[in-house]
């Protein structure tokens, strides 16, 4: 059957049959309702409220990944038997979604070069092990990555010593994923996260969403958007593809909806892949034509404004047309909209982030924001929606290849760290350098280095020339079996509602939540502030200042970060009054900006043309299905773009029939990084022409290292492919 809508009953049932596979829906329920906060995305649930609680207080508040999540860490465990039954080979063949299915990990394994399997390990052992290759090691010669699944605490743990080992090659998956919002956010008004909290979408009148798919990744943002459309505000949904659930969405916690489903998008706007730049200028050329700019914020706020007035009055409407993609009638009515709006939210995530010109496209939304003065206000503001569920906190604590100064300051003054002043590595930077043979030491904090990253075969080829790697992990996937280092281990580490003492993460919205943590389900897995810790004991007894012992504790971890990181202050109490917090001096309700002079700064910029323009070409997004969790896959099938599989291109039919290609042939898609063959062509008409998707991890084959200069972060959705039919048809 056709999927109409998003959420629904098909969450409820959902929910039924994740129940079945947790051992019992009482349990997975209880499992959902502990004190911890979400393992999934950053919008964030749970914490002291309980879980399925937003941060208003609404209950129940529940989506299907975060289902997905828990019942993948109620799994049993992964045999020891096992590890001698399947070679790493035999491993390589599995899909993400079958290495994830092979249960939790519970004991440490090795695999060493010219073996054919991997082999459990003792603790003992591998502590001894990775101590002693560390020794041998350069610290510069090291790199740290993070995922944000981890902890404030083991975050800043592992940042730390990594640093007093000598080395700043720090870094976390945010280079794959909101970098350029940090920075561009950073450029334009001096903080690098939202300036908004829930409260404020329940104020604005109108919300765009740009570049991303909440129904399906960010679900219960949609239940602010319904009640914002049953107030009679406008959604503005800017995206190449029309997304089903942000058409249409049956919010699972509220009846009327449940049964009739609410109209999200009230507006749809789809530029092709890569042209929101100039759809956005396009924009803000149109509102000023309105006379609808608040000169008089302008005046008293922001830097740069005669420099952004006269590139608006300089692009033409031609050009911007070309490299959007839309046309400019739609481009005024979406003006017109805007320019009535008295409070209003700009929400984006990877469709602006995934480009070789992110950072502009933040600072472009920025400008757009700033020109009617909806920074600085109650139910107004910038929104970056954040992915991991503590992506934000490990960079909050130090997760950087360059700290804060104040940061840096503190741990020098207050704690007598001798911290390193060599540059440290970005993500991208850490691979190119490894694959010069420049690095010979990995250590990752969960995540999947491997399956994030573009050009796979240029990841696997630079993570198998490090002499060591070490994952901390919950689960199998395709970076524990593809570039394995000379020698690699894989620790089995504790998910946050299983650690015997709390833990902290931190909201998208600034928000900093407790974790109660619970009992272990499985013997084995250690905690990941335990693991490290013991390493750091080993490798750095002596280190003036630090007391790895007692960095065993969260709680003492805590005062460190209460010590050091701006902000944070309250996190030094939690233990005692269990209140959790918004993070001082991010949330902007006046416009009073963390920026040297206290203003905002408008950006010009050039727009790139638009890419994938030659005959044979397609402009490529990789991006996520319904069910999956990044590299992790729970299920084949995306329910909401009617796919029942993953090896898969979409395109509109218009193309189909330009690449003289029919629905369901086999092609071979081409980019210049790499080629996937046997590949199902579909026919999609809910994408724009001339633009196609596919599922990653999967495509990372196609995309190439090329980043945008100032994040760093690769054009993961601006892609140029060529489609052809496979030398070999088969049905
Ligand atoms: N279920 C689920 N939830 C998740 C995740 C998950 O994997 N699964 N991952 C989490 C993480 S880490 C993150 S970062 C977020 C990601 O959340 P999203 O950013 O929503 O995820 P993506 O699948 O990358 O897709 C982006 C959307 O951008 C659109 N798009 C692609 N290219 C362009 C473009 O050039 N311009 C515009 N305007 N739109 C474009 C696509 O059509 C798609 O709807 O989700 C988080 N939540
Ligand atoms: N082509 C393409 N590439 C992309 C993207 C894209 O849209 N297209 N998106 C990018 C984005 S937005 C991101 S964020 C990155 C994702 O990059 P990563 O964060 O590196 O990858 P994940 O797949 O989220 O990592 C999942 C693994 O984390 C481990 N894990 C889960 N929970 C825990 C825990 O509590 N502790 C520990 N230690 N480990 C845990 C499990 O072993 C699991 O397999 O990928 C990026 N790469
Ligand atoms: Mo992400």
Not at 98 to 118: D, I, M, N, W
Not at 338 to 360: E, L, N, P
């Amino acid at each position: 059957m056709k999927v109409g809508s998003g959420g629904g009953f098909r969450a409820i049932h959902y929910t039924w049959k994740k129940g079945r596979e947790a051992g019992g829906l009482w349990k997975l329920y209880k499992a959902m309702r502990t004190r911890n906060s979400c393992k999934t995305c950053a919008l964030g649930m749970g914490g002291q409220k309980g879980g399925m609680v937003n941060e208003t207080g609404a209950f129940p508040e529940v989506c299907k990944k975060s289902l997905q999540a828990m019942v993948a860490d109620m799994q049993p465990a992964i045999e020891p038997t096992f590890w001698k039954q399947n070679s790493v080979n035999d491993l390589r063949q599995s899909s993400p979604r079958e290495l994830e299915k092979l249960g939790r990990l519970v004991h440490p394994v090795r695999y060493r070069k010219g073996a054919t399997h991997f082999e459990t390990v003792t603790w003992q052992e591998a502590y001894a092990a990775i101590v002693e290759k560390l020794r041998q090691t350069e610290a510069d010669r090291s790199f740290w990555y993070f995922s944000g699944r981890s902890s404030n605490e083991a975050g800043f743990l592992l940042q730390l010593m990594a640093r007093v080992y000598g080395t700043n090659n720090i870094n976390n998956c945010s280079y794959y994923c909101h970098q350029a919002s940090g920075v561009g956010l950073q450029t334009a008004i001096g903080s690098g996260t939202a300036t908004v909290v829930l409260e404020d979408v329940d104020k604005a009148d109108c919300v765009f969403v740009i570049g991303g798919n909440p129904a399906s990744n960010h679900p219960r943002l949609m239940t602010s958007l319904m009640h914002l459309r049953r107030r009679g505000g406008k959604v503005i949904v800017i995206n190449p593809v029309r997304e089903t659930g942000m058409l249409k969405f049956r919010v699972p916690s509220d009846p009327i909806s449940l049964l009739k489903g609410s109209k999200i998008a009230s507006h749809y706007v789809q530029p092709h892949i890569g042209g929101d730049l100039a759809f956005l200028w396009g924009l803000a050329k149109a509102v000023s034509k309105l006379d609808a700019i608040d000169e008089e914020y302008l005046r008293r706020h922001c830097n740069n404004v005669n420099e952004w007035q006269q590139e608006i009055d300089a692009i033409t409407w031609e050009e911007i047309e070309t490299k959007s993609g839309v046309p400019r009638s739609e481009i005024e009515k979406i003006a017109n909209v805007y320019a009535k709006s008295k409070r209003c939210i700009f929400a984006w995530t990877m469709g602006i982030t995934h480009h070789a010109h992110g950072v502009k496209n933040v600072q472009a939304v920025a400008n757009l924001a700033l020109c009617r003065g909806m920074v600085g206000k109650p139910g107004s503001g910038l929104m970056p929606i954040r992915g991991h569920s503590n992506v934000q906190g490990i960079g909050s604590v130090g997760v950087t290849p360059k700290l804060k100064t104040q940061i840096f300051d503190a741990l020098q003054s207050k704690h007598q760290i001798k911290l390193p002043t060599t540059v440290g590595k970005d993500t991208l930077e850490c691979m190119e350098a490894a694959s010069r043979y420049e690095l010979s030491f990995g250590f990752s904090l969960g995540g999947n280095l491997f399956g994030s990253n573009p050009d796979s075969k240029f990841a696997a080829e630079a993570l198998s020339r490090l002499d060591m790697s070490v994952m901390l992990s919950t689960t199998m996937n395709t970076g524990h079996v593809n570039g394995l280092a000379a020698e690699t281990y894989i620790l089995p580490v504790l998910a946050r509602d299983e650690e015997s003492t709390p833990t902290t993460q931190e909201s998208m919205f600034n928000y900093v939540r407790l974790s109660d943590g619970g009992p272990r389900r499985l013997p084995g897995p250690r905690s990941e502030v335990e693991v490290i810790a013991e390493i750091g004991n080993r490798l750095l007894p002596d280190a003036t200042g630090v007391d790895w012992k007692t960095m065993q504790q969260t709680s003492t971890i805590r005062q460190w970060i209460a010590d050091v990181v701006p902000g944070y202050d309250q996190i030094a109490n939690i233990d005692q009054t269990r209140k959790e917090f918004q993070i001082a001096g991010r949330t902007l309700h006046e416009p009073k900006f963390t920026t040297v002079d206290g203003r905002a700064n408008l950006h010009t910029h050039a727009i790139p043309e638009l890419k994938g323009r030659q005959d044979q070409e397609l402009r490529l997004m990789t991006v996520r299905s319904e069910g999956q969790f990044n590299t992790v896959v729970y299920e084949e099938e995306d329910l909401y773009r009617n796919q029942s599989r993953r090896d898969i291109i979409l395109m509109h039919p218009d193309d189909l029939a330009r690449l003289g290609l029919e629905h369901e042939d086999r092609v071979e898609v081409k980019s210049d990084t790499g080629t996937l063959s046997n590949i199902l062509a579909r026919s999609y008409e809910s994408i724009r022409p001339g633009n196609a998707l596919m599922y990653f991890p999967e495509a990372n084959v196609l995309v190439s290292r090329h980043a945008d200069p100032s994040s760093k972060t690769p054009a993961f959705k601006g892609v140029v492919v060529r489609v052809v039919p496979a030398p070999q048809r088969s049905s």
